[in-house]
Structure formats: C-alpha cells, structure tokens
C-alpha cells in the first residue's frame, strides 16, 4: 500500500528558531499534501493545503507566514514552522493523495511530528 | 467551524463486547471516513462510505451512514485489546480528500 514518510519523528527547539518538517511519498507522486496540527487528546485541524508547483492554500486563521509550506516535487512537502513559540508546541500530522489514485481514495498519513519548544 | 463531533469521547468495554462510536456533521458530504490513531502516531484508515451508501462492512467493523441526519456509526464488533485506540470520523465535501475531522471517541478495550 502507499506509505507516507514524515521526518523527524519528535524534535526539540529553541524558542525563536525555526523547525522544518518533512514529509514523503515513497511509492506514488503526491500532487496534493494536507497538514493537519493536532493538540493533546484534540482532533485534527486541518491547517493547509498543497498542490505541487504551487502555493499553499491556508485555511482560515492559520498564519501562511509563520507556517511555510513547500511542495515542490511529486514526493516531498515540507512545512517550516518560522520562530517558534511555546503555544506552537503540538503534534503535527501530514497526509498524501496522488496521481492514480481514484476519487474517494482514502489518504495516507505519516507517523507525525511531535514539536516541542522551550 | 466543519469540523464534527464524536461522542461519547471516551469509551470503555471489556474484551469481546461490542463498541460503538457516533458522529455528527454539519455540511454536505461526498463521503465520510473512519480513522484510527494509536496514541502519538499517525492515522490509520479503516472505511470509506459514499454519500449514497447507508451501510458498509469491512471485516469486525460495520458503519452506517444518515444524510438527512447528518450521523454516521462505527460498529466494532467482537472487540480486542488491541482496538484500543482512539477513532476519528472524517467528512470530505468534494471527494478531493479535503477531510475535516471529528472530535474524537477515545476507546478502551480491557483484556
């Protein structure tokens, strides 16, 4: 089955500095990546879109430049989380659709990112 | 706010009862999804049931689906210590897999 690669698995920062999340289709182009943010025993909020070669459609009340998204390749999106405050300590989930793939296809999660900043 | 809820949020059975989880939207769908996350991981998927189906099975899991009222059921059947876990329903409007989920039901199965 499609898997969905996501790196690191927990990291640690400094407040202020900035954490890149990866996230990877190992076996099929992903022309669309969602990444979702998760708090504690919470759901999923999504928190944007991205299509490959494009820009990234935020959803209301996520700030675009504080969480820069990347996806420039079929098999890879990154988000960037710019100076990281404490309140941006979460658990941070992305997933894949892709080419091939039929309409009403389930997706494909990663493991998840847990962030914690100090 | 899309998102739905869930309820209960917590559920406690014992080994080889059955567990039922319940979800509720608000906006028209073009399917809906289950979820399954193990505590600090990623999601699982486990069934997807179109706007136009009312019932699926997919092996000890049963769901069902109410347009008119906006609900959808997770049966697990016959349940395992290893069902524990905690399920998401997710609604997708478009069948673009623009998924918005659920608060939650957080499901204990004691061996």
Known sequence: G?????????????????????????????????WYRQFPKQSLMLMATSNEGSKATYEQGVEKDKF????????????????????DSSFYICSASG????????????????LTVT | SQQGEEDPQALSIQEGENATMNCSYKTSINNLQWYRQNSGRGLVHLILIRS????????????????????SSLLITASRAADTASYFCAT???????????????LTVIP
């Open chain 1, 68 to 87: 820069l998204i990347n996806h420039a390749s079929l098999t890879l999106s990154t988000l960037t989380v710019t100076s990281a405050h404490p309140e």
């Open chain 2, 52 to 71: 136009n189906e009312r019932e699926k099975h997919s092996g000890r899991l049963r769901v069902t689906l109410d347009t008119s009222k906006k609900s």
């Open chain 1, 2 to 34: 499609a898997v969905v690669s996501q790196h690191p698995s927990r990291v640690i920062c400094k407040s202020g500095t900035s954490v890149k999340i990866e996230c990877r289709s190992l076996d099929f182009q992903a022309t669309t990546m969602f």
């Open chain 2, 92 to 106: 997708d409007r478009t069948g673009a897999n623009n998924l918005f989920f659920g608060t939650g039901t957080r």
């Open chain 1, 99 to 114: 080419t091939g793939m039929r309409t009403n296809s389930p997706l494909h999660f990663g493991n998840g990112t847990r």
